[in-house]
């Protein structure tokens, strides 16, 4: 059986970078063809997505926070990590690490797996 689970600061100062990481066992990050995201839930607001890392290694973030996040793999071959810079109050929020199936042309397949999830405040 999958399980994600995120880890991090559960408090992170205004203009500080957050760093979440998501550890994954019963399965390879590298594996076909999987992709790994990174979402986002604020206190009585909609889910929000905020990016990926593929299973080659291949990110895409979101437009919307382009300019200040980042998903990587981690020194773990079990593990990758997003990083958002700059954070400011409105970053709080329940993040999610979620794996994602896709077929071989890049068509997806669906959200199957999801962690716990890891509340994070932005506060002085």
């Known amino acids: 059986q999958v399980q994600l689970q995120e880890s991090g600061p559960g408090l992170v100062q205004p203009s500080q970078t957050l760093s979440l990481t998501c550890t994954v066992s019963?399965?390879?990050?590298?594996?076909?063809?999987?992709?790994w995201n990174w979402v986002r839930q604020p206190p009585g607001g909609g889910l929000e997505w905020i990016g990926y890392?593929?299973?080659?290694?291949?990110?895409f973030i979101s437009p919307t926070l382009q300019l200040r996040a980042s998903i990587s793999r981690g020194t773990s071959e079990s593990q990758f990590t997003l990083r958002l810079t700059s954070v400011i109050p409105e970053d709080t929020a329940t993040y999610y690490c979620?794996?994602?199936?896709?077929?071989?042309?890049?068509?997806?397949?669906?959200?199957?797996?999801w962690g716990q999830g890891s509340h994070v405040t932005v506060s002085s």
């Open positions: 979620v794996r994602e199936g896709r077929h071989y042309a890049g068509t997806s397949w669906g959200l199957d797996y």
């Open positions: 019963g399965g390879s990050i590298t594996a076909n063809y999987y992709y």
């Open positions: 890392i593929s299973y080659s290694g291949n990110t």
